[in-house]
């Protein structure tokens, strides 16, 4: 499976993410993801999150729609059981990475860049040929700006 690195400009940790189509069938395990297309010079982000289960949250997720509809082409997905890490990168990943879909942990002018009228739900998540075992390892993370390049 494909992956990308996303590196920390201020600490130097990195973490990798699995790179996933959306039709994908996840596992009920806990992670980070995001929801990414690939641009001109790297990986654009509209949103990142975090989960207790992979298979439950992408069963109905509320932004894939606004995330479709901009593009989005691929989930980046990371195995992290602990929820205090979870919760420490989700926060970093956030505020570096300022994705237009995420309206928590960062300022509310970004919110809804990518929202508009009329988008509607189109459920890509679930069924999928592949069983995959979600992630891989783990480090850490903290890009900057919203498109990187990865290794």
């Not at 069938?25 to 980070?32: C, F, I, R």
Request: hydrophobic content about 40%; charged content about 15%.
């Amino acid at each position: 499976m494909p992956t990308a690195t996303w590196t920390s400009s201020m600490t130097g940790e990195k973490l990798t993410f699995t790179i996933y189509e959306s039709a994908t069938e996840w596992n009920p395990v806990a992670g980070l993801y995001m929801f990414c297309k690939r641009g001109a010079i790297g990986w654009e982000v509209f949103y990142v999150g975090q989960t207790s289960d992979f298979k439950q949250r992408f069963s109905n997720h509320e932004h894939w729609p606004d995330a479709l509809a901009g593009g989005c082409t691929s989930i980046h997905a990371l195995v992290m059981p602990s929820a205090p890490n979870r919760d420490r990168y989700e926060d970093m990943l956030i505020k570096q990475l300022n994705p237009p879909l995420n309206s928590q942990l960062k300022p509310r002018s970004m919110t809804g860049l990518l929202q508009g009228a009329g988008m509607a739900r189109l459920g890509l998540f679930g069924g999928g040929a592949s069983n995959p075992a979600i992630g891989a390892g783990m480090a850490g993370l903290a890009p900057l700006g919203t498109t990187f390049r990865h290794q």
